[in-house]
């Protein structure tokens, strides 16, 4: 089995640029697609990247997803920071019969 | 559009058994595979289980291996899953979900979740 472990909260201010990592430990990050899911307080989460770089129509160009094997991790980076993207963050990848979500990372905008 | 409902969450004590489930609409549910998630009060969110579309295949989290089952019903686009040997740390919303469907029809599936309430 495999873990993902993320840092626990990042704060910036409006228009400021934040990236959330997503470290795989236990197999390789480019073995399997890295998803990226948003969760505001009181709802259900919702996709914002999807196949490490993807984004679903609807999600601002904003966000974007990358991998980097050098140092085995995810990163999901907002930039142009809005007090909307105010959220907890998940990442999410499997390794062929189990799912791991990272334990989230919330952002605060200051 | 999507819409994914669960239901059949409540209060149980210790030891005791509940069961979920999921229906959903507008998309192909037989072709699918579909996973269950829980989010405990305050935490994270953990993966519970998975179901392949035709219901050959089932993968559990070891925390629930032995206790959970999911199942599905094609006919009734219909997801389920049974929790038995409920413990205080199973206490969650569980949520019914899909992965891969925001990747080829660019559509989220994801439902407002269940309450599960383990206390005695």
């Known amino acids: 089995n495999f873990m993902l472990t993320q840092s626990h909260s990042v704060s910036a201010s409006p228009g400021k640029t934040v990236a959330i990592s997503c470290t795989r430990s236990?197999?390789?990050?480019?073995?399997?697609?890295v998803q990226w899911f948003q969760q505001r307080p009181g709802s259900s989460p919702t996709t914002v990247i999807y196949?490490?770089?993807?984004?679903p129509s609807g999600v601002p160009d904003r966000f974007s997803g990358s991998i980097d094997s050098s140092s085995n991790s995810a990163s999901l980076t907002i930039s142009g920071l809005k007090t909307e993207d105010e959220a907890d963050y998940y990442c999410?990848?499997?390794?062929?019969?189990?799912?791991?979500f990272g334990g989230g990372t919330k952002v605060t905008v200051l | 559009q999507v819409q994914v409902v669960e239901s059949g969450g409540g209060v149980v004590q210790p030891g005791g058994s509940l069961r979920l489930s999921c229906a959903t609409s507008g998309f192909t549910f037989r072709s699918y595979g579909m996973h269950w998630v829980r989010q405990a009060p305050g935490k994270g969110l953990e993966w519970v289980a998975f179901i392949r579309s035709d219901g050959s295949f089932k993968y559990y989290a070891e925390s629930v291996k032995g206790r959970f089952t999911i199942s599905r019903d094609n006919s009734k686009s219909t997801l389920y899953l049974q929790l038995d040997s409920l413990t205080t740390g199973d206490t969650a919303t569980y949520y019914c979900?899909?992965?891969?469907?925001?990747?080829?029809?660019?559509?989220?599936?994801w439902g407002r979740g269940t309450l599960v309430t383990v206390s005695s």
């Open positions: 196949d490490d770089n993807q984004r």
């Open positions: 999410l990848s499997f390794d062929s019969t189990t799912w791991v």
């Open positions: 979900a899909n992965f891969i469907l925001v990747a080829i029809r660019d559509l989220d599936c």
């Open positions: 236990g197999g390789s990050i480019a073995s399997n697609y």
